[in-house]
């Protein structure tokens, strides 16, 4: 499995920015697709975006054009750059990976998660 360690978030204004980054460590991080979820209290961890071995992204409609994934294999690193957020989007973040055989994005196929920052929009 690979090790996972979120940072970057913390407690914004509607309409700010804020980078979330996400560090790998223990395997090739080449090797994998990467995903960020949220999840807010009493609801189900939702996808918010995902990047494949190949760079192909996905994204969630709710953050479709405000967010931004991406990687850096050479820092082992995935980001998720939020733009125009909205105080919906306040939650918990959590960076995951899966290794890249062609299985969904459904989470039940991550096995490796980070441990969650939280992002708090006020409006």
């Known amino acids: 499995q690979v090790q996972l360690v979120e940072s970057g978030g913390g407690l914004v204004q509607a309409g700010d920015s804020l980078r979330l980054s996400c560090a790998a460590s223990?395997?090739?991080?080449?090797?994998?697709?990467m995903g960020w979820f949220r999840q807010a209290p009493g609801k189900e961890r939702e996808l918010v975006a995902a990047?494949?071995?190949?760079?192909?992204?996905y994204y969630a409609d709710s953050v479709k054009g405000r967010f931004t994934i991406s990687r850096d294999n050479a820092k082992n690193t995935v980001y998720l750059q939020m733009s125009s957020l909205k105080p919906e989007d306040t939650s918990t973040y959590f960076c995951?990976?899966?290794?890249?055989?062609?299985?969904?994005?459904?989470?039940?196929?991550?096995?490796?998660w980070g441990q969650g920052t939280q992002v708090t929009v006020s409006s």
């Open positions: 990047i494949g071995r190949s760079g192909s992204t």
């Open positions: 223990g395997r090739t991080f080449s090797w994998y697709d």
């Open positions: 995951a990976a899966k290794i890249s055989t062609g299985t969904n994005y459904d989470p039940r196929n991550f096995g490796s």
